[in-house]
């Protein structure tokens, strides 16, 4: 019997609290964001934690408990919007790093590309191709190069230059 009166004061509380506070806090919370669907939901949020420490509210001033509960249920709810929108910029900016749309178009125009590209360093005298995609592909240093093929470090830089300038000639670029 205790257990159904505890409840049913515990309703009366919450209606008169409702009755109450629940006009301001939408007012203070639709002020605040513009939308009545969270503006709502904070406002039976602040209302439920009011009745659970309903004992412990300041009798002489229960306002300035609400809305500081109010308040703070706001800054709650920014922080959360903050990590969350960050945890999805960098999802987004990970996601954008790795992963690429395939578009066949695409796939088949860098083919092609990578076939003409192939074709005109074939057209390149073997050592000449050998150096440049050395240095070019393999990010070999001219140094490395010229003492692996037992050539000058100049040498390395004749054959780079001389496929650059053919590259270029080839495709449409200035010498």
């Excluded at 240093?141 to 230059?161: C, F, N, P, W, Y």
Aim: charged share 25%.
């Amino acid at each position: 019997m205790q257990a159904e009166d505890n409840q049913v004061e515990e309703s009366a509380v919450a209606c008169a609290l409702s009755q109450r506070f629940r006009p301001a806090l939408i007012a203070f919370f639709l002020r605040r964001i513009g939308n009545h669907a969270e503006a709502e939901d904070l406002t039976q949020e602040v209302l439920l934690r009011v009745a659970q420490h309903g004992a412990s509210i300041d009798a002489g001033r229960p306002d300035a408990y609400v809305f500081q509960m109010a308040a703070n249920l706001l800054r709650d709810r920014d922080r959360r919007q903050t990590v969350r929108a960050n945890y999805q910029a960098g999802l987004a900016a990970a996601e954008g790093g790795w992963i690429e749309e395939v578009d066949p178009a695409r796939v088949f125009q860098a083919r092609q590309s990578l076939a003409t590209v192939v074709t005109a360093l074939r057209e390149l005298p073997e050592r000449t191709r050998t150096i440049f995609i050395l240095f070019r592909l393999e990010n070999m240093k001219q140094r490395q190069i010229a003492d692996m093929l037992g050539i000058s470090v100049r040498t390395v830089e004749q054959h780079v230059m001389r496929a650059s300038v053919h590259l270029r000639e080839r495709f449409g670029g200035t010498p």
